[in-house]
């Protein structure tokens, strides 16, 4: 299948197997490091906000670590694959909350802020549903699971409501910064008071160059992926969508996987719990918007019969945890939502 927007002619179909496994595992490298290193750079650029941590993890930083999803999912989406595109974005959001998210509560109990879970949390809620209910509205009108397609009218939809959520956390970040001043009975200062202007420029032109190098090395890696991964695909007759929603859907979470250990060993894990709630938003509104507003996208049947169901469950899971009060995650309840995942890779090695 020929890649229209190819950035390289790599010649993937002319080189051995083992070849091409080399260049999956160096894909994973340039994505894993290249995420790290525009994290690191938005981090930094975002600290001379004074934004809380939880903050920076919802929307920069998940917003740098999606950026993978949303270009192996465009490219896809550009060569008719939309299986792999919307596949990619699905499989993120299952192993984002299945896997990454209950690693983290297996590894140690996660913070609870209610002020920014009743916000972000329920909106990435609420974006699941979305996309499972647009989904099944699809099917329904057009009469059957088969031949199901979404419209670039839903992606334009998608990307206006992308702008109404970096709007409104804008306003929820500010809002932030004082609801915790006035628990603590302080004042907020404002960015940069402790630093001249020109090192405040300076840090700031040093953490751009930083993120623009990393998207960079995502955009490479990215591209270097979905070449070498499709082209095995095709060698071993592996369906698009089981493809997408495994091997793909998990290679372009290891930023949101690096990101949570990271935040566990730096004893940050308030960045692991942002960085899963804004990635699964953004892997709806901005990676299926952008894919579908490129180019309308056929759903594969297995999404209504698998893919949606397990992601919706995760979702509920989830849901069921922000609303039941209490300061923390506990430790066991990673263990249910570690176990649908698990079922879940099970029932796929079924259909191989």
């Not at 790599?10 to 496994?21: H, K, N, R, V």
């Not at 090395?217 to 060698?235: D, K, T």
Request: charged content about 10%; glycine content about 10%; aromatic content about 8%.
């Amino acid at each position: 299948m020929t890649y229209a927007l190819s950035i390289l002619d790599l010649g993937l179909p002319d080189l051995p197997t083992w070849l091409l496994a080399v260049g999956v595992v160096i894909a994973f490298a340039l994505l894993g490091f290249g995420a790290d290193r525009s994290v690191t750079g938005a981090a930094r650029l975002a600290r001379a906000l004074g934004v809380p941590k939880v903050i920076i993890g919802a929307t920069i930083i998940s917003l740098g670590t999606t950026s993978a999803e949303a270009f192996v999912s465009v490219a896809a989406a550009f060569r008719g694959e939309g299986d792999l595109a919307l596949g990619n974005a699905v499989g993120s959001i299952i192993v984002d909350t299945g896997f990454i998210f209950a690693l983290g509560c297996l590894f140690g109990d996660l913070p609870k802020d209610p002020f920014v879970l009743r916000r972000h949390g329920l909106t990435k809620i609420s974006t699941d549903t979305l996309l499972t209910a647009t989904l099944f509205l699809l099917a329904w009108f057009h009469g059957g699971w088969h031949g199901v397609t979404v419209p670039r009218s839903i992606g334009v939809l998608y990307i206006f409501l992308l702008a109404v959520y970096m709007v409104l956390s804008a306003r929820w970040a500010k809002a932030r910064r004082g609801f915790a001043a006035a628990e603590a009975g302080l004042v907020v200062p404002n960015a940069g008071t402790n630093s001249t202007p020109r090192r405040t420029l300076r840090a700031t032109l040093s953490s751009l160059f930083l993120l623009s190098v990393g998207l960079v090395l995502v955009l490479v890696g990215s591209h270097l992926l979905l070449e070498a991964v499709g082209e095995l695909g095709n060698r071993y007759h592996v369906p698009s969508d089981v493809m997408a929603v495994t091997v793909i859907a998990f290679g372009t979470s290891v930023p949101e996987l690096a990101t949570a250990i990271a935040s566990i060993i730096k004893k940050h894990p308030e960045l692991l719990v942002g960085n899963i709630i804004g990635a699964d938003i953004l892997n709806v509104l901005f990676v299926t918007g952008c894919s579908a507003a490129a180019v309308p996208l056929n759903v594969s049947s297995s999404f209504f019969r698998l893919h949606l169901p397990v992601m919706w469950a995760t979702s509920l899971l989830l849901a069921s945890y922000i609303l039941s009060g209490g300061s923390r995650f506990r430790r066991w309840q990673g263990l249910p939502l570690m176990a649908v995942y698990v079922v879940y890779c099970i029932l796929l090695l079924r259909t191989l």
